[in-house]
């Protein structure tokens, strides 16, 4: 189903996804969530933040801010496998430095790191 580009709507980038194959639990950026519900892609996190609670929200938060130590605690932790990120983020320079992750696409929306195979 094609949707009109906008800032939520990260059509070309979930493509990118699939042809790249990459499957896993995916680190996403929160406005991303709906559409990647509607596409049927388990999220990480969506708009219906309250349903997550304080302690994940405020991780979550510190990790969208550029901390990485709580970034890394939480891609730990739900074993996440690639990510989709909103381009210009402070969180996507975060992934620039983390070990073990490796950026495979990106546009004027969206980015995509995966965390490399040991």
Not at 71 to 81: E, M
Not at 94 to 118: C, K, M, S, T
């Amino acid at each position: 189903i094609d949707r009109a580009v906008d800032a939520v709507t990260p059509q070309a980038a979930l493509a990118a996804a699939k042809r790249l194959d990459l499957i896993g639990p995916v680190f996403n950026s929160e406005a991303f969530g709906g559409y990647l519900i509607f596409s049927g892609v388990p999220v990480f996190i969506d708009g219906r933040i309250e349903l997550y609670g304080n302690d994940f929200l405020a991780a979550y938060l510190a990790a969208e801010r550029g901390d990485t130590t709580a970034l890394q605690g939480l891609l730990d932790r739900y074993h996440a496998a690639w990510a989709l990120l909103q381009t210009g983020a402070p969180i996507v320079a975060n992934f620039e430095r983390l070990p073990g992750w490796q950026r495979v696409y990106a546009d004027e929306q969206a980015v995509i790191d995966v965390r490399e195979q040991p």
